[in-house]
């Protein structure tokens, strides 16, 4: 059953020239293993984007501001994203250590775009990868 859902959609100019400006940025908002991910891409930019989406809407779907670092964007089969909250974050939400939320991520060349679900009962389960 969903419970909730949040919606984040971002520039991807923006977080260009933020990640150019501060490169501290990274460190400080994404995963060793995001970071890990995006910048084996030809243009990070839209990557990073995703996942700064991704983090923002996971926070209006648990209802809840959260610690970015202990927002996770993993990938799973097929590559198929989905997340991963940690720490006091998974403690936040309600959910327990390392849970999984419902992930849809999407980018083009100016916009990044993410919505999370957070589901109940057999729906949860069958989300899962």
């Not at 974050?89 to 919505?115: C, I, K, W």
Request: proline content about 5%; overall charge positive.
């Amino acid at each position: 059953m969903l419970t909730s859902l949040g919606i984040d959609i971002i520039e991807t100019r923006r977080i260009r020239e933020a990640l150019t400006r501060w490169p501290d940025m990274k460190a400080r908002l994404f995963t060793a293993r995001e970071r890990q991910y995006c910048d084996q891409k030809a243009d990070p930019a839209p990557h990073y984007a995703a996942r700064f989406a991704a983090k923002e809407a996971t926070a209006k779907a648990v209802g809840r501001w959260l610690r970015w670092q202990e927002v996770e964007v993993v990938s799973g089969e097929r590559n198929r994203p989905f997340l991963r909250l940690h720490g006091e974050s998974a403690r936040t939400a309600g959910l327990p250590e390392g849970a999984q939320l419902l992930l849809s991520l999407s980018h083009s060349r100016e916009y990044a775009v993410a919505v999370v679900a957070r589901v109940t009962g057999e729906t949860a389960a069958e989300g899962r990868p």
